[in-house]
């Protein structure tokens, strides 16, 4: 219910939800600047099956998702830490994933036309006042008041696409469905638990001693070549930029702090907030004067002192936080419905308001704690703002040396003269896997999916690392292989004692079976010089102390019945014998009250599942085309 308040008044958000549907991700800040640099806003970013993602498209995501994220986590947004982590790549990618679901719904001949728009606009509650849509003057007046400003046909060019989106998820997921026994099946498994008696046997208390012949060795290799197989390398020459070294030198002046303060005051300033608890007694669908008559009841025992947390929790109908007493925790204007905004802000700490009514019900507030509006001084944030204006600096240098090499660096045999000639260090890397750091640059995912899917020979465009930029060029390309035993021979060895260790580990539960089943678990542990340790209650998935998580106890624990001790459990790091202390399961009735929810989330996975994997294969078989260099001048 809190959430859906919220919603209802932070419009954008809402719409945004429409539009994007499962495919932006929310809550990404921008690293890139809106202004006459860079790429022109036609320029093109991307193209799936012709339909093209512009420099304007991209940008207003940022901005929009830069709103969202300051919103949440208060302006403090590590723009350095964000460039590393390649965020662009991701962003790009989300926007590829969105085309191609456009694309795929119009092969099929899925539309949404200007009746469907209009309808779903004149529905949206930011646009209603008392039931009624505002009129078209005032729409137009809050799209403008949206940072970024949107113009009508840009916001419902976005709704329209939100619609087609809707249409086309619905037209391959609608067939879907979820059975009674599913349901049953899945609560059972969420909310069953046992309390367990647990006798481990870690595999490392019985490895001293342990040997593994080379004989030994040499059969375990021979049966498990697979296991040590080394995956496929690339060796590269490259040359980097190295934006952290500009970033040292980078010199800026208070003049410049200052006007960067000024210019972005809204990131230091916190607004006015209230920390409130509320009962809700539901209108819709109900009595209204019967309602009414409730709430003032209990509004007569709020104001009399009762407790107004234990009034919550026994009577009010908002789901999202009736359990803990009603809290809402700190909100700042505009976060909920006007009424209830209005209220809120009026009231002082400890003050119960009178009955506020507004669309969801009849709401009785009670304010914790308010804060006032806040600003920090320019000299609290200096030092971070003087580290921002460096970055940018030297993000913007190493831009402009980036595309300067660029331009002459057209093949391997440039490397060298091309780096000499800007004071450029050009290295090469030993064979290095995928996922592997690479010697000179470091753990850079993006160097290191750019060199396998590289020809030999092929010189890259500008690439993103942690330090600034880097140029490459595969020099070789090793196959995966299956090494010979002497290179892998310690690993071998390893894995041979580490399996003696696990068997040495159930032949000792075995040999204790028969006792630990027969009599009192604790003595028999005690006798063998063993400890017992028994858990909480817990449920599948949860970790056990010295065993960690375990499918395979899992799988024997909740099959067994109170007082029920098992057989010895192969565990990875050893064995184990439980004994089932006690049972829980769910209160009678509990699953008829979250059947249809249960029912609706479970289907929605299965849908979404479904969905990702057809996507994912319609994918492929597109053209989808990126251009990185446009990418990286709108990331500079």
């Known amino acids: ?73 208060g302006g403090n947004i590590d723009e350095k830490l964000l460039k590393q982590l390649g965020v662009d790549q991701r962003i790009i990618q989300q926007l590829i994933e969105e085309e191609a679901a456009l694309a795929e719904a119009q092969r099929l001949g899925i539309t949404a036309s200007d009746a469907e728009v209009r309808e779903r606009i004149l529905a949206l509650p930011a646009f209603q006042d008392n039931g009624q849509f505002i009129g078209d003057a005032r729409y137009r007046q809050l799209l403008r008041m949206q940072n970024p400003p949107m113009r009508p046909d840009e916001f419902e060019e976005q709704v329209r696409r939100g619609i087609v989106s809707e249409k086309l998820q619905a037209a391959l997921t609608g067939w879907q469905t979820i059975s009674d026994s599913d349901v049953t099946r899945e609560f059972a498994r969420r909310n069953e638990k046992v309390k367990l008696a647990v006798l481990a046997f870690p595999a490392d208390k019985f490895r001293e001693g342990l040997v593994a012949s080379d004989a030994e060795v040499s059969k375990y290799f021979d049966e498990h070549k697979d296991t040590f197989r080394i995956p496929e390398k690339r060796r590269i020459r490259f040359l980097t930029i190295d934006q952290e070294a500009m970033r040292a030198k980078a010199t800026v002046t208070g003049q410049q702090i200052e006007r960067s303060y000024n210019e972005n005051i809204q990131q230091y300033s916190t607004p006015e907030q209230v920390r409130a608890s509320h009962i809700l007694l539901k209108t819709e669908s109900k009595d209204d004067a019967a309602v009414k008559k409730q709430a003032e009841e209990i509004l007569v025992k709020a104001k009399g002192g009762a407790d107004f947390a234990e009034l919550a929790k026994k009577y009010s109908q908002d789901d999202s936080n009736a359990s803990k007493g009603g809290d809402l925790d700190y909100f700042g204007r505009g976060r909920m419905v006007p009424e209830f905004d209005d209220a809120a802000f009026a009231l002082q700490p400890g003050q119960i308001s009178d009955l506020v009514k507004t669309k969801f019900g009849y709401h009785i507030i009670k304010l914790v704690d308010k804060k006032p509006a806040s600003q920090r001084t320019l000299a609290e944030v200096r030092a971070q703002i003087e580290d921002q204006l460096k ?19 057209k093949k391997p045999a440039d490397f060298d003269s091309v780096g000499r000639a800007r004071g450029l260090q050009v290295r090469e890397s030993g064979f290095f896997q995928q996922d592997e750091p690479i010697a000179g640059i470091g753990m850079a995912p993006s160097v290191a999916q750019q060199a396998f899917t590289m020809s030999t020979g092929e010189v890259s465009d500008p690439i993103r690392t942690p330090q600034g930029f880097a140029f490459i060029t595969v020099l070789q390309k090793q196959d995966p292989s299956v090494p010979k035993l002497d290179e892998v021979k310690n690993k071998v060895r390893d894995e041979v004692l580490k399996h003696k260790a696990i068997e040495a580990a159930r032949q000792k539960a075995a040999a204790l079976g028969a006792t630990l089943k027969s009599g009192d678990l604790d003595k028999a542990a005690k006798d063998a010089g063993l400890q017992v340790k028994t ?94 260099d446009t990418l990286a001048q709108i990331v500079a």
Do not use: C
């Not at 970055?391 to 660096?409: E, G, N, R």
């Not at 990875?572 to 209160?587: F, L, T």
């Open 1 to 73: 219910m809190l959430d859906r308040m919220r919603r209802h008044k932070g419009w954008l958000k809402w719409s945004l939800a429409i539009v994007v549907v499962s495919f932006i991700l929310l809550y990404i800040p921008s690293f890139m600047r809106n202004s006459a640099e860079g790429a022109a806003n036609n320029a093109v970013v991307a193209q799936v099956e012709g339909r093209e993602i512009t420099a304007a498209h991209f940008r207003r995501v940022y901005q929009q998702q830069m709103q969202a994220y300051r919103a949440s986590y």
């Open 391 to 409: 970055w940018d600096q030297a993000q913007s240098q190493a831009q402009k040396l980036a595309d300067d090499v660029a331009k002459d660096l």
């Open 535 to 628: 858990t909480e209650l817990v449920a599948r998935g949860a970790p056990i102390a010295d065993l960690g998580v375990s499918p395979a106890i899992d799988s024997v624990a909740f099959a067994l019945p109170v007082n029920g001790v098992s057989d010895p459990i192969v565990t990875e790091n050893g064995a184990a014998v439980v004994k089932v202390v006690e049972k829980s399961n769910a209160a009678a009735g509990e699953l008829e009250k979250q059947k249809e929810t249960l029912k609706t989330e479970l289907l929605n996975e299965r849908k979404q599942r479904f969905y990702a994997s057809y996507m994912a294969g319609a994918r492929k078989r597109m053209n989808i085309k990126i251009n990185r």
